[in-house]
């Protein structure tokens, strides 16, 4: 694995340095859904470019920059000039759909996909189950470096528990578009009400956000959507980020054998100032699969191919 020559941190990535041609190779063609460069009001270890160059190193087939404040879209078409374009590795954003876009905004959503945007997160920092869970848990999420209003909660749901109708509006724009949805930080209840809706609209590509955070989602919820067609995500950066941080492999191993490695796909979901950089946790993860048994058909399906087949097929 080639040294990045930008954003590098000797102690986060110092395993970049030992070679491994088994997990550089399986890393050809990996797509990854999460990454979290700048700019953003939070601090960030890379902008879109870097994050980019250092994918196009790497092999990777496509990443998606996100950002739960903004859509990066207009980042991204304004850094092909500066030299995204000439790289390798394909760059794709969208927009998540919390107050600082206007919450549950199919104006914002019709904007990102029109411009060439592949995905739509619901509700993130402004969901019900995000707030709750910072309020009671230390869950790891910097601190804004801008000045912002707290985030008041969205929810996909009126009085009576039905979905609301600027959803089903939002929901018409994802399916005219055949674009990604991704149910973004909401609890087990509502992401299952957005399933439904989701599906009854004709959306064919559908991602549960990080069951385990958060979203407390258990593996038997997780294997029920699955058997809907749902894509179930896991961010590597809990599995393979900062030894004070992470959880334990078992639980990741779990889940990819009950839900199949067909509906999974393994994400970085970093990018933050103290986590590794994204190609590191891929690589990472790639030799902490293959040592814990997983095959290397599996393990491209899991960094690449299904995450390729919703974002780019």
């Known amino acids: ?16 340095k030992v070679p491994d041609e088994q997990a550089d190779s399986l890393l050809v063609g ?5 990454q979290h460069p700048g700019p953003s009001p939070f601090p960030r270890r890379m902008s879109i470019l870097d994050a980019a160059r250092d994918a196009s190193q790497a092999g990777f087939r496509a990443i998606v920059a996100k950002s739960h404040h903004h859509s990066m879209i207009t980042d991204i078409l304004a850094l092909r000039s500066a030299g995204l374009a000439d ?4 760059v794709h954003g969208g927009v998540a759909l919390n107050r600082t876009v206007g919450g549950l905004n199919p104006y914002a959503v019709e904007l990102a996909l029109r411009m060439g945007g592949r995905m739509v997160w619901f509700p993130t920092l402004s969901s019900a189950a995000h707030v709750k869970h910072h309020e009671h848990h230390d869950t790891g999420f910097p601190t804004s470096e801008v000045e912002l209003r707290p985030n008041e909660i969205i929810s996909i749901l009126d009085d009576r528990g039905a979905v609301l109708p600027e959803v089903r509006d939002i929901l018409s724009v994802i399916a005219a578009e055949d674009a990604v949805l991704t149910c973004g930080h909401l609890g087990v209840e509502e992401s ?4 439904d809706a ?3 609209a004709g959306i064919s590509r559908i991602v549960v956000n990080h069951p385990i955070f ?6 038997e919820q997780a294997v029920a959507w699955a058997r809907k067609g749902v894509t179930i995500e896991h961010c590597i950066v809990m599995y393979f980020g900062r030894p004070e941080r992470r959880r334990d492999l078992d639980e990741l191993l779990t889940f990819i054998k009950e839900v199949g490695v067909e509906r999974t796909v393994l994400s970085s979901d970093s990018g933050q100032k103290t986590n590794p950089l994204p190609v590191t946790l891929f690589r990472r993860a790639v030799r902490g699969l293959l040592d814990a048994g997983i095959g290397e058909d599996d393990l491209r399906r899991l960094v690449g191919t299904n995450a390729g087949q919703l974002l780019l097929s």
């Open 1 to 16: 694995m080639m040294s990045v020559d930008y954003g590098f941190d000797p102690e986060a990535d110092e395993d970049r």
């Open 30 to 34: 990996a797509v990854d859904l999460h």
């Open 192 to 195: 299952q009400a957005l399933i």
């Open 87 to 90: 790289l390798s590795t394909e």
């Open 198 to 200: 989701a599906l009854e």
């Open 214 to 219: 958060v979203v407390g989602a258990s593996v």
